[in-house]
């Protein structure tokens, strides 16, 4: 079956730090995957996507970037963090041509 | 880019049938129409999908008319459990790239 793994639950970084949050798949092969943002009180808001590897698509111009460097694997990462980039960050996964994408349990960014 | 909108939020109580529907003005013709739940600090969850006319299984009913512009999906005497986010997304691109927005937040009292 598949499965997918985030990590890490909750952060806490200082405004202006760098980060680095991994997803990553098992049980298929070439997925689709997604990183979502939700900050309080909003939608989900799709951040990045990518449909292979070193294929990323960005939604939205900001202080985030992806990396697939694995077919499996999935990266954002910020070089400076700040106070707006805090929220909740959600990895899922979709086969290329499914209707259903399945999530990963998120992780809670707070910037300070 | 097929954008869905849907209700901001609904209230219920427990033991009665909550409907919320969705618009899908632009639905492609391949896309399946999928609903999903949130939980607060927990990612969505799908829990049903159609393409037109009706699906129903152990969770929910799903209502498509025959020009897919629309969905209602049925949630059958809800209890206070069932207060979450329920989305309707919509898709983007050739392949399915989920685009979520705010969702209805549900609330089911006492």
């Known amino acids: 079956s598949q499965t997918i793994h985030q990590w890490p639950a909750t952060l806490v970084q200082p405004v202006g730090s760098p980060l680095s949050l991994e997803c990553t798949v098992e049980g298929t092969s070439n997925p689709n995957l997604y990183w979502y943002r939700q900050a309080a009180g909003r939608g989900l808001q799709l951040l990045f996507y990518s449909v292979g590897i070193g294929q990323i698509s960005s939604e939205v111009p900001q202080n985030l970037s992806a990396s697939r460097p694995q077919d499996r694997q999935f990266i954002l990462s910020s070089k400076k963090l700040l106070l707006s980039d805090s929220g909740f960050y959600l990895c899922?996964?979709?086969?290329?041509?499914?209707?259903?994408?399945?999530f990963g349990q998120g992780t809670r960014l707070t910037v300070v | 880019l097929a954008k869905t909108t849907q209700p901001i939020s609904m209230d219920s109580y427990e033991g009665q049938e909550v409907n919320i529907t969705c618009s899908h003005n632009?639905?492609?013709?391949?896309?399946?129409i999928t609903w999903y739940q949130q939980f607060p600090s927990q990612g969505p969850r799908f829990i049903i999908q159609g393409y037109k006319t009706k699906v129903t299984n152990e969770v929910a009913s799903l209502f498509i008319p025959a020009d897919r512009k629309s969905s209602t999906l049925s949630l059958p005497r809800v209890s206070l459990s069932d207060t979450a986010v329920y989305y309707c997304p919509g898709t983007k691109g050739g392949s399915y790239i989920p685009t979520f927005g705010r969702g209805t937040s549900l609330i089911v009292h006492p």
């Open positions: 632009n639905i492609a013709t391949n896309d399946y």
């Open positions: 899922a996964w979709s086969v290329a041509q499914g209707t259903e994408a399945f």
